[in-house]
């Protein structure tokens, strides 16, 4: 029979055996996970390769509360994009929160009896997860509230480039009618 003392040897042998294999495979493991991150964008789902601009903002005189037609061509479709496998449909987050702002807007401009508070208790939650998590950290001026403009008129911002999403969804929207067209499939009514 082994002796107490050759167990132990063998027993720690074997334990370290195993750490050396979890370590090399935590190694392997994060060195796949770092090249695909180099190699794939963030979202690799969807993306939009896109510059910066400035936006000066503007005297809002734009996208008043009984504007909603202003409003409407903000998210085309809904801002529902198809992706393969499957065109399976997604919506653009930015056109996701305009689409909200307008659900909002629309409640507002309505009789109080003809309210309908879930959509927008939904869209006011998602908007303040959305702004929370992309928050915004450029300050802006800022003065009592009982001031004219409590904050600058004509701020001028440096944004991403919404133009480059817009495109995009045109085209991504425009080979999925496509698609659709030459399937003989007939597009699902809520996407329309």
Not at 11 to 25: C, D, G, M, Q, S
Not at 70 to 99: C, E, K, N
Not at 133 to 157: E, F, K, M, S
């Amino acid at each position: 029979m082994f002796s107490k003392r050759t167990l132990e040897n063998a027993f720690v042998a074997v334990a370290i055996i195993f750490l050396a294999l979890n370590a090399a495979f935590k190694l392997a493991t994060q060195a796949v996970v770092q090249r695909t991150q180099n190699r794939e964008p963030a979202n690799s789902l969807w993306h939009v390769e896109r510059k910066e601009v400035l936006l000066e903002m503007d005297s809002w005189t734009r996208f008043t509360l009984d504007s909603g037609a202003q409003w409407a061509p903000l998210f085309p479709d809904g801002g529902i994009i198809h992706l393969r496998p499957g065109r399976t449909p997604y919506t653009v987050s930015m056109m996701h929160q305009l689409r909200c702002l307008d659900a909002i807007r629309d409640q507002l401009t309505r009789p109080i009896r003809e309210r309908d508070a879930e959509p927008t208790r939904q869209c006011l939650n998602y908007l303040r997860q959305m702004v929370t998590c992309r928050g915004d950290l450029q300050v802006d001026p800022y003065q009592y509230a009982h001031n004219i403009n409590a904050v600058h008129p004509h701020a001028i911002r440096r944004c991403k480039d919404w133009g480059a999403v817009y495109e995009k969804v045109r085209e991504n929207q425009r080979e999925y009618r496509a698609a659709e067209a030459t399937s003989n499939v007939t597009p699902r009514a809520w996407l329309k």
